[in-house]
């Protein structure tokens, strides 16, 4: 596709499941970047992609939040025991490269609410 | 840790007017970039700046980057309805340039 796309756009979940969120980068960006949005503020860094390897996971708030990246493509966010602080937006992005300028280009996000 | 504090957080102003959004840091940053968000979608890259003291311009848009690399601002001209929306500025750390540190966003609305 043309843009960053994420998939589900709204999940609402149980306190204590687990879920999965999906993002599918601009092809050739070698370059992912995991963000959350609480409502009304700016955007948290949780993690980042080159290539298939995350360098800097320093954003992820607890153990209970992972991810991955295959193909040079595709990462899911995986948030186990969900608590109702995880509540956000889930924005993923890509770059060419992970240096210089570092043009992010955004999905519209994942809506999480945790009941 | 490096922050960016952005203000004004609100601004409602009438078709016409003019404004301007801050954003300032104590740490320096390699470059920083704007974004504007509206609501469902995620943010969409306005402008980057890159070297201290310039000054870029998107139509009614300016963009200042400090001396310092420290600061950004970005000012509209006879603001319109189509420009409401969410305004984030972000900058890339010297030592961690992948990586974004966003401040926390200006709303704003025009009035028509």
């Known amino acids: 596709g043309a843009g960053v796309s994420q998939s589900p756009s709204n999940k609402v979940t149980e306190k204590g499941k687990d879920v999965e969120l999906r993002c599918d980068p601009i092809?050739?960006?070698?370059?992912l970047y995991w963000y959350r949005q609480r409502l009304g503020q700016g955007l948290e860094f949780l993690i980042y992609?080159?290539?298939?390897?995350?360098?800097?996971k320093s954003g992820l708030p607890s153990d209970r939040f992972s991810a991955e990246r295959t193909g040079e493509s595709v990462s899911t966010l995986t948030i186990q025991r969900t608590q109702q602080e995880d509540s956000a937006v889930y924005l993923c992005?890509?770059?060419?490269?992970?240096?210089?300028?570092?043009?992010?280009?955004f999905g519209p996000g994942t809506r999480l609410t945790v009941l | 840790t490096q922050l960016l504090e952005q203000s004004p957080q609100f601004l409602s102003i009438q078709e016409g007017e003019n404004l301007t959004v801050y954003c300032n840091s104590s740490?320096?940053?390699?470059?920083l970039q704007w974004y504007r968000q509206e609501p469902g979608e995620g943010p969409v890259l306005l402008v980057t700046?890159?070297?201290?003291?310039e000054v870029k311009k998107l139509k009614r848009l300016t963009f200042q980057f400090g001396d310092a690399r420290k600061d950004s601002s970005l000012h509209i001209t006879a603001a319109q309805p189509g420009d409401t929306g969410l305004y984030l500025c972000?900058?890339?750390?010297?030592?961690?340039?992948?990586?974004?540190?966003f401040g926390s966003g200006t709303r704003l609305l025009v009035r028509p």
């Open positions: 992005a890509s770059s060419l490269a992970g240096e210089t300028y570092n043009e992010q280009f």
């Open positions: 092809s050739g960006h070698t370059a």
């Open positions: 992609f080159q290539g298939n390897s995350a360098p800097d």
């Open positions: 740490s320096v940053f390699s470059s």
């Open positions: 700046v890159v070297t201290g003291g």
């Open positions: 972000a900058g890339a750390p010297m030592d961690s340039s992948y990586k974004l540190i």
